[in-house]
């Protein structure tokens, strides 16, 4: 599994939200640079982006960060947020990142997948499947749609993706751990559908990552915990390979 550091944006700073609250933020005392060649230093093998102004105002608002960020390193680099038309799609490829994510316009224009997959090939495309009380939140998780996430995730996989983030909001940024029960459903979901499961929110300790590793996910999205120093994220990696590598030998 996949150990995938984070990096939040908020104008220009890196900073991380509680349960997606624009009013309840930290900002840290890091930049966007540092932090990602720290990250590559430490072993991750693909770094996650999020344009928190773009996701609410429904366009980028730091391409250029995210361009310094993406030369800064050789690992890879996958970003959402705001990422709603093919002309902001295209300008993030050519940028160089590896990967862009989809969360509201995915459900509000399914037609831009298909162009996306078309053009681009669907390994360029991760859907975000975000969630609140069940249903799949919008435009930086400020609007709660009526469509529950197994239904988007079932539409979008017909569709050509195989690529998913899921974050419950209710867990993001709590350090009080993942929602595993309903990590453990979508997963089996999602391998039901020849698909790869990112999980994403409430990561506090090493533990919560082996244990979504032994349900399945592909990899696990962690933020908060690194910045705050609950997790080192060398050792976790190198924890999560070890216990993958154990169990393969069981």
Same mark, same amino acid.
């Given at each position: 599994?996949?150990?995938?550091?984070?990096?939040?944006?908020?104008? @220009?700073?890196?900073?991380? *939200?509680?349960?997606?609250?624009? +009013?309840?933020?930290?900002?840290?005392?890091?930049?966007?640079?540092?932090?990602?060649?720290?990250?590559?230093?430490?072993?991750?093998?693909?770094? #996650?982006?999020?344009?928190?102004?773009?996701?609410?105002?429904?366009?980028?608002?730091?391409?250029?960060?995210?361009?310094?960020?993406?030369?800064? =390193?050789?690992?890879?680099? %996958?970003?959402?947020?705001?990422?709603?038309?093919?002309?902001?799609?295209?300008?993030? *490829?050519?940028?160089?990142?590896?990967?862009?994510?989809?969360?509201?316009?995915?459900?509000?224009?399914?037609? !831009?997948?298909?162009?996306?997959?078309?053009?681009?090939?669907?390994?360029? !495309?991760? =859907?975000?499947?975000?969630? #609140?009380?069940?249903?799949?939140?919008l435009k930086g998780w400020q609007d709660t749609s009526k469509i529950q996430v197994k239904d988007l995730l079932e539409s979008m996989n017909s569709l050509g993706v195989y690529q998913f983030i899921f974050t419950d909001i209710s867990t993001d940024g709590t350090l009080e751990a993942p929602n595993f029960f309903t990590v453990e459903q979508l997963v089996e979901h999602t391998d039901?559908?020849?698909?790869?499961?990112?999980?994403?929110?409430? =990561?506090?300790?090493?533990?919560?990552?082996?244990? !979504?590793?032994?349900?399945?996910?592909?990899?696990?999205?962690? @933020?908060?915990? *690194?910045?705050? @120093?609950?997790?080192?994220?060398? %050792?976790?990696?190198?924890? =999560?390979?070890?216990?993958?590598? +154990?169990?393969? @030998? %069981?």
């Amino acid at each position: 599994m996949l150990v995938i550091p984070s990096i939040d944006l908020r104008l @220009g700073q890196v900073v991380r *939200l509680y349960q997606g609250d624009f +009013s309840r933020v930290t900002t840290y005392d890091t930049n966007h640079v540092d932090t990602a060649q720290g990250y590559e230093k430490a072993g991750a093998e693909l770094i #996650h982006v999020v344009d928190l102004d773009g996701a609410v105002s429904g366009a980028p608002t730091h391409f250029a960060h995210v361009a310094d960020l993406v030369r800064s =390193v050789s690992v890879p680099v %996958q970003m959402g947020g705001g990422l709603r038309t093919k002309d902001s799609i295209a300008e993030a *490829l050519d940028i160089g990142v590896s990967r862009v994510i989809l969360g509201t316009a995915a459900y509000e224009k399914p037609e !831009l997948v298909e162009w996306v997959i078309a053009n681009y090939g669907a390994e360029v !495309l991760v =859907v975000s499947l975000d969630v #609140h009380n069940g249903f799949v939140a919008l435009k930086g998780w400020q609007d709660t749609s009526k469509i529950q996430v197994k239904d988007l995730l079932e539409s979008m996989n017909s569709l050509g993706v195989y690529q998913f983030i899921f974050t419950d909001i209710s867990t993001d940024g709590t350090l009080e751990a993942p929602n595993f029960f309903t990590v453990e459903q979508l997963v089996e979901h999602t391998d039901s559908l020849h698909s790869s499961f990112i999980s994403s929110g409430g =990561v506090a300790t090493i533990d919560h990552l082996k244990k !979504l590793q032994r349900l399945g996910c592909f990899g696990a999205i962690v @933020g908060k915990s *690194l910045y705050e @120093g609950r997790i080192d994220l060398n %050792q976790a990696i190198s924890e =999560v390979a070890l216990d993958q590598t +154990s169990k393969k @030998g %069981q």
